[in-house]
Nanobody
Framework: QVQLVESGGGLVQAGTSLRVSCVAS????????MAWFRQAPGKEREFVAG????????YYGDSVKGRFTISRDSAKNTMYLQMNSLKPEDTAVYYC???????????????????WGQGTQVTVSS
């Protein structure tokens, strides 16, 4: 079992920044990719960003490219999402997810992730 706990969400104004974190614990965490997804009310879950096991490869959804940065501290089993220039359309519940794979490669589909956190609400006011 793996437990994922997100934190750092909140209410912010458009144009500002916010950083959310995800701490993983439990099963030996080796060779796993991590990702952030988000889901807004009435919308499908959306891939936001992902980072490979080594941390050397990062991937972003089109809507956040150039504004969001994903990173991880493997020693702390922690992943971060730095969100800059936030827009009202970024409002959603943000979930972190872990994918165990021998390649440590990110997947864009949430169906390929093995564990999920409970989410943290990010609300951006205009």
């Amino acid at each position: 079992q793996v437990q994922l706990v997100e934190s750092g969400g909140g209410l912010v104004q458009a144009g500002t920044s916010l950083r959310v974190s995800c701490v993983a614990s439990g099963r030996t965490l080796s060779r796993y990719a991590m990702a952030w997804f988000r889901q807004a009310p009435g919308k499908e879950r959306e891939f936001v960003a992902g980072i490979s096991w080594s941390g050397s490869s990062t991937y972003y959804g089109d809507s956040v490219k150039g504004r969001f940065t994903i990173s991880r501290d493997s020693a702390k089993n922690t992943m971060y999402l730095q969100m800059n220039s936030l827009k009202p359309e970024d409002t959603a519940v943000y979930y972190c997810a872990v994918r165990f794979t021998s390649s440590g490669v990110v997947a864009y589909s949430g169906a390929q992730y093995d564990y999920w956190g409970q989410g943290t609400q990010v609300t951006v006011s205009s």
